[in-house]
């Protein structure tokens, strides 16, 4: 990096705004994928808008690659600086700005840790959907960058569907706001929703304007075993077409609950196939017709070998304590774990699950499955070693195969993880060329010297 932009770059935050010894580049030098790494030259911490405008009217001058970072709890490779350059981390830019109970929204940095959001808002009787399993450290910026979805998306949608407005910095260092504070807005192209899912490359999200909703009356969680994880997809299905929609459907195989019970046992039934795990909220009186209508179901399948109500909100919160842990119990167990995001209508689900068992068999790999069931939304986890090249290269083919399946179902490669570094090579089969050549074209509007998050998407 040219020593003047460097200088400049350093004065801007100051000293204690950058870290550039070895052994902290090293430290920003991956996120939560296990089989991508690259070092950037400097990582800077700004902490308001006006700083980050001044880097990147600095990095875009000497043309200097900017890797936007939040906590780095993505699984795509999309915070790692492949092009070396300026990681900017937004993690000290953590404040919220304004809470509007009457008009339902908050305005946030791109730094505030969700679960603080949820904390926050908590106390004043609100919600804000959202909720990557990561919630306990991703960023709002992050969740932004990558449109964020969770359990929670088959009854209140993603994130997207709450964000009214951003401040956002371009390419080039300009600061300009996209939406705003009101619930409808249709003046122009919709540039909020544009940068939302764009995984950095656009622009650098620095603050947002998020729409929030009541907290719900009452929730009561359901836990369901299976002897046949097809049979499990099966109910998902019966469920929606009753009419019924949970706030969560979450769905474990055996491997996935074996594991949980291992390291934290909570009496999870280690001899299922598949566990499915409802949640249902709203009015006391509607919840429990509901939920009753949910056990019906559930109890005309002769796969059924376990169905109980969680007694008390602690048990509840320990049930959905195991499903958050379970991205942690795969990515314990193995050197490299190529924890893949594909979605499909949600009546394909079984064939789905029975293609990745097949290619497990094919391919003599662990394939672990767990996911978003209620939208169709699973997420593969192939477990291998990057290190063993016999190994690692039958896992990539078998991540081939579990794409080609997402598709030749009517889906998609990515649901919530964003493409990144390891969907890169897969996006010409998901999108028509013609689809890609407008992004492109978006790219080079919004980035002309393709200075933010090179590498990444393409």
């Known amino acids: 990096m040219d020593a003047t932009a460097l200088k400049r770059l350093k004065n801007v935050v100051g000293k204690n705004g950058y870290l550039d010894s070895t052994a902290d580049l090293l430290s920003y030098s991956y996120d939560a994928t296990t089989d991508w790494q690259a070092v950037p030259e400097i990582v800077l911490f700004p902490e308001n808008r006006r700083q980050v405008s001044e880097i990147m009217k600095i990095a875009f001058d000497f043309e200097i690659p900017v890797t936007i970072r939040g906590a780095g709890t993505n699984v795509s490779g999309g915070s790692i600086p492949v092009s070396g350059g300026i990681v900017l981390c937004t993690t000290r830019m953590n404040r919220i700005l304004e809470l509007s109970k009457e008009n339902l929204y908050v305005h946030v940095e791109a730094g505030v840790v969700l679960n603080d959001l949820y904390e926050f808002l908590k106390k004043h009787g609100l919600f804000f959907p959202p909720d990557p399993q990561s919630f306990l450290a991703a960023t709002v910026g992050g969740c932004i960058s990558e449109n964020a979805g969770g359990p929670y998306a088959i009854k209140y949608g993603v994130t997207k569907h709450y964000l009214l407005g951003i401040t956002a910095v371009l390419a080039d260092g300009k600061i300009l706001e996209f939406g705003g504070r009101t619930l409808k807005n249709v003046a122009g192209y919709d540039l909020c929703q544009l940068v939302c899912g764009s995984e950095g490359t656009l622009a650098v999200v620095t603050d947002a304007i998020l729409r929030v909703i009541p907290l719900p009356e009452y929730k009561k969680t359901i836990i369901a075993a299976f002897k046949d994880i097809i049979d499990a997809g099966e109910i998902v299905s019966q469920v929606i077409l009753e009419g019924i929609i949970p706030a969560k459907i979450e769905l474990m195989d055996n491997w996935i609950i074996r594991r949980i019970e291992e390291f934290n046992p909570i009496g999870l039934p280690v001899d299922s196939d598949a566990l499915l795990l409802f949640e249902l909220d709203g009015e006391r009186d509607s919840v429990e017709k509901t939920a009753q209508k949910v056990f019906d179901i559930c109890k005309k399948s002769q796969s059924l070998t376990k169905l109980e109500i969680a007694e008390s909100e602690s048990d509840a919160e320990k049930i959905w304590n195991a499903r958050r842990a379970g991205f942690s119990a795969i990515f314990s167990y193995a050197p ?29 790999l662990t394939i672990v ?17 990057i290190k063993n090249r016999e190994h690692y290269e039958r896992a990539q083919k078998a991540v081939e195969e579990i794409f080609n399946s997402a598709l030749e179902l009517g889906g ?3 649901g919530e993880h964003g493409i990144g570094l390891e969907k890169r090579r897969f996006l010409k089969k998901a999108l028509h060329s013609k689809h890609l050549e407008l992004l492109k074209a978006v790219k080079e509007v919004f980035d002309p010297k393709g200075i933010l998050n090179p590498g990444k998407i393409w």
């Open 336 to 364: 490299t774990v190529l924890a893949e995001d594909i979605v499909v209508p949600r009546k394909r689900l079984p064939e789905l699950i029975l293609k990745i068992r097949e290619i497990s068999e094919k391919y003599d």
């Open 369 to 385: 499955v767990i996911g978003h069931a209620g939208d169709g939304n699973l997420h593969p986890s192939v477990l291998t070693d």
């Open 412 to 414: 998609t490669i990515s």
